[in-house]
C-alpha cells in the first residue's frame, strides 16, 4: 500500500454483488439468535452514497466475499479483484489516468495482507513474507513479482499495451485488465495450507472438508465480507459461531473483527466450530460420510435446519439417518432442507471434495 495517499478499503457487500440477503445466517444454531446489523447497514450506505456521487449510480461497486474493491484518490481510482473469474480491473476518473493507474497497479501487486475494513489498520503479519499476489499474477516475462522493480516493470507494460477506456454516463473511465494465473485459486489455497493443516490436526477435522469450505465461502479471499458482516476466509460470524467458540475456549463475548480478519485466527475458528458441529450438535450421527454431509450443511444453515429436514425431534431425525445410506442422506438434504442456499451449498462443497 502507498504511504502518501489514504487508501479507502470497501470491504463491504451490497446485493449488488452478492444477491438478496438469505433467511439463514452464518454458522447459527439458535434459529433465534437474531444478529444486529444495523451498524453496518448504515456504513454500507454510507460508503455507497459516496461512491455514487462521484461514480454514479451505475458505477457502485463494493467488495464480497470473492471481490476485493478497494478505493483510493479520494475515490477517483479503484481495484476490483474478482477471485473467481481471475480477472483484475484497475480504473480510474483522474485527469492524471497514467500516474494512477500505475501507482495503484504497482501498490496491487505489492499488497501484503489484510486490513481492517473499519480501521483500514494491518491486520497480521504476511503468512510467508510475500505479496498477496505472489505466484497469482506473471509480468511480461512470465516471473511472479515480489519485488517494486519488477511491479515498476509490470505496470508500465500494461499500460502501454493494455490501456483501455470506456463510458458510463458523462463520465470517462480509463482502465486496465491484468488476469489471474489459471490456476490462481490453487495458488492461494497453498498459501494458506499451513494454518489448515494446524487447524485439521488440532480439532480433527479433515484437511479436505476445510479447504472445500474456504474455497466456497471466498475463493480463499483473506479480505471477504459478506452482507450478514461474516468475515474471512472462513467467513465466520462475530455473533453466532464466534460467540459459541469463545464459549467453548471458555472467554465470554465474542471475537473483535480484527481477530477474525487475521488468516490464522479466522481458520482456527472456523474449524473449531465444524468440530462443534461434530461432537456437539450433530453427535450421534454414525457414518462418517452422513456426517460430513450435515456439517456441511449445518456450516451454511444451523445444524437444527439440518436435523428439522428429517424430522422435528433431534433423536428421531438422528436416528432417521442412521437408518439411511450416505446417499441417501445427501439426496434427502439437497432435495427437501429448506433453504435454498444451504441444498445449493452441499452441491458445492462436495463437489469439490470429490474431485480433490
Not at 436416528?319 to 445427501?330: A, D, F
Amino acid at each position: 500500500m502507498t504511504n502518501n495517499k489514504k487508501i479507502l478499503t470497501l470491504l463491504i457487500t451490497v446485493s449488488l454483488l452478492t444477491g438478496c440477503p438469505s433467511k439463514n445466517s452464518k454458522n447459527r444454531n439458535d434459529d433465534y439468535y437474531v444478529k444486529d446489523t444495523n451498524a453496518f447497514n448504515i456504513l454500507i450506505s454510507q460508503y455507497a452514497n459516496n461512491i455514487e456521487q462521484i461514480w454514479g449510480p451505475k458505477e457502485i461497486l463494493i467488495a464480497g466475499p470473492k471481490d476485493y474493491v478497494q478505493y483510493e484518490d479520494n475515490l477517483q481510482t479503484r481495484v476490483h479483484i474478482n477471485f473467481v473469474s481471475g480477472m483484475i480491473t484497475i480504473e480510474t476518473m483522474s485527469e492524471s489516468p497514467i500516474e494512477n493507474l500505475k501507482e495503484a497497479i504497482v501498490s496491487t501487486l505489492l499488497m501484503p495482507e489484510p486490513v481492517d475494513i473499519i480501521r483500514h489498520d494491518k491486520i497480521s503479519q504476511d503468512l510467508s513474507g510475500e505479496p498477496f499476489l505472489y505466484n497469482q499474477v506473471l509480468d511480461q516475462e512470465h516471473q511472479p513479482i515480489r519485488w517494486h522493480g519488477r511491479a515498476n516493470s509490470f505496470a508500465d507494460y500494461v499500460l502501454a499495451n493494455n490501456l483501455k477506456q470506456r463510458t458510463s454516463g458523462t463520465h470517462k473511465i480509463t482502465y486496465v485488465e491484468i488476469k489471474l494465473v489459471p490456476n490462481h485459486i490453487n495458488q492461494r489455497a497453498r498459501k494458506f495450507l499451513p494454518i489448515v493443516t494446524e487447524a485439521s490436526n488440532r480439532y480433527f477435522v479433515d484437511e479436505r472438508l476445510i479447504l472445500a469450505i474456504i474455497e466456497v465461502e471466498s475463493a480463499f479471499n483473506p479480505y471477504a465480507v459478506s452482507r450478514t458482516d461474516a468475515l474471512g476466509l472462513m467467513q465466520v460470524q462475530q455473533h453466532t459461531a464466534g460467540r459459541d467458540i469463545f464459549k467453548l475456549w471458555g472467554k465470554s463475548g465474542e471475537p473483535s473483527r480484527k481477530f477474525l480478519l487475521d488468516p490464522r485466527n479466522n481458520v482456527d475458528m472456523g474449524t473449531a466450530y465444524l468440530s462443534l458441529l461434530k461432537t456437539k450438535y450433530l453427535a450421534g450421527i454414525n457414518n462418517p460420510i452422513s456426517l460430513r454431509y450435515a456439517m456441511i450443511t449445518s456450516y451454511n444453515g444451523g445444524a437444527g435446519s439440518v436435523l428439522r429436514t428429517f424430522s422435528n425431534d433431534r433423536n428421531e431425525a438422528i436416528s432417521m439417518i442412521n437408518s439411511m445410506t450416505p446417499q441417501q442422506v445427501y439426496r434427502k438434504l439437497v432435495t427437501s432442507h429448506a433453504s435454498q442456499e444451504s441444498r445449493n451449498y452441499l452441491i458445492k462443497v462436495s463437489r469439490i471434495l470429490d474431485n480433490k
